[in-house]
């Protein structure tokens, strides 16, 4: 079992120090959390955005947020619809659409994901617009 897990303390930073350890250096203790090649930075901030939405953490997550943006990290779309379900998991429903909003590119899944929270919640009218805007940027592929 992942140190995190047995930890009754439970926060990002625990957790991006039992994954990431520092080196012998307080200086290393210094850097972010998630750091080196793009692949092991992305892999970083999912399995933290995992951890969040399994644990419905919102602070925790808006702290993972924060960080890329702080890090200038500028995630691709599976990372925003990871972002998205994350905030839409913690019931945020006004921060996973302007998320949404925000991107320039979308997939299917990350149509998927803001209609099915915008559902979810209780917003009917919000989430058949959107399911119109989908249908109209021609990237929906229906299956009958």
């Not at 926060?11 to 520092?22: A, E, G, I, M, N």
């Not at 993972?64 to 990871?82: C, D, E, N, S, W």
């Not at 998927?112 to 989430?127: K, L, N, P, V």
Request: proline fraction near 5%.
């Amino acid at each position: 079992m992942h140190p995190f897990l047995k930890s009754t303390v439970r926060s990002v930073h625990f957790f991006s120090l039992t994954r990431f350890p520092p080196k012998n250096s307080n200086e290393e203790r210094l850097k972010p959390p998630v750091q080196g090649d793009p692949v092991r930075r992305i892999n970083g901030y999912d399995e933290l955005l995992t951890e969040c939405i399994d644990r419905r953490a919102l602070d925790d997550g808006r702290g993972v947020h924060g960080h890329m943006i702080k890090a200038g990290f500028v995630p691709r779309v599976y990372l925003q619809t990871r972002l998205i379900l994350f905030y839409v998991r913690c019931d945020s429903l006004m921060d996973a659409r302007k998320l949404f909003e925000g991107m320039r590119d979308r997939n299917i899944a990350t149509w998927t994901t803001m209609i099915s929270g915008c559902s979810r919640m209780g917003h009917d009218r919000e989430a058949r617009d959107l399911f119109g805007r989908m249908l109209g940027t021609g990237k929906a592929v229906i299956v009958l």
